[in-house]
């Protein structure tokens, strides 16, 4: 499996200066985790259609981008799809256009739920059940993490953030994890959302750093992208199917 894919001939423009040092802006980093629409005043004209290309994405990533961007629920940032059960991530820019797919390591244990308070417990006292990667819709934010590493926040206050894939414990294998073509052994973080480093940074930075940024929907597993988010298939649109895959919480 290659480590990332993005469709050829589009040239990604100069990156827009950031200047977040240490934790996000105010309002970003942070999610509903219901999918909650944003103000009539944010939003962007409805009707954007999501193109895949030639890439074949799971029936609810196709449903929550499109929805995200016909409705203009992405108020016109980059569209961020985490799907789960497949261990891969789909980022659109806000005209409907992917600009790459990758898979990613994710949580431990399974569960879409975030034990409360866990963003301020050190990782020794986070026991393997409590290692989720959270549900929901979060607004994404560049900056850097208390072991001073440039990370994308996914939800500040659990601390689980889109980073570089970790590889200083050579015996969790994690670009071997990446590499293989199951998402079956993609469990081995503490909730982050790990990348392979060149999709995080010539994808993933670029769709946060530039124009409105980021919003980030992370699927769930022990439900349907329609009970999460409200989300539903946009005209023109095969529907997703309406079963969820339990998961052990």
Same mark, same amino acid.
């Given at each position: 499996m290659p480590a990332f894919r993005s469709?050829?001939?589009r040239a990604w423009l100069g990156l827009a200066l950031f200047l977040t040092l240490t934790g996000p802006e105010a309002g970003a980093g942070t999610g509903t985790g219901t999918g909650t629409a944003p103000p009539a005043a944010a939003r962007v004209p409805a009707g954007v259609q999501a193109d895949f290309g030639r890439e074949q994405p799971p029936p609810e990533v196709r449903q929550v981008a499109g929805w995200s961007l016909h409705t203009g629920d992405n108020a016109g940032r980059s569209v961020v799809v985490v799907d789960k059960k497949q261990a891969r991530a789909w980022i659109l820019d806000p005209a409907g256009q992917l600009r790459g797919t990758a898979p990613v390591l994710l949580g431990l244990a399974r569960g879409d739920h975030t034990v409360p308070g866990i963003g301020d417990r050190p990782? +020794?006292?986070?026991?393997?059940d409590?290692?989720?990667t959270p549900a929901g819709r979060f607004i994404a934010a560049h900056g850097v993490n208390a072991s001073?590493?440039?990370v994308v926040w996914v939800d500040y206050d659990s601390a689980v953030s889109m980073h570089r894939v970790r590889t200083a414990v050579k015996a969790e294998r994690r670009l071997q994890r990446?590499?293989?073509a199951t998402p079956d052994d993609n469990r081995i +973080?503490?909730?982050?959302?790990n990348l392979p480093r060149r999709f995080y940074e010539q994808v993933l930075l670029p769709a946060v750093r530039g124009g409105r940024g980021a919003v980030v929907y992370v699927l769930p597993e022990t439900r349907t992208a329609?009970?999460?988010f409200g989300s539903f298939d946009p005209p023109g649109r095969a529907p997703a199917p309406a079963t969820a895959q339990a998961g052990a919480v």
């Open positions: 469709p050829p001939g990782l +020794s006292q986070i026991r393997p409590e290692r989720t001073g590493e440039d990446l590499a293989t +973080s503490y909730g982050c959302i329609q009970q999460q």
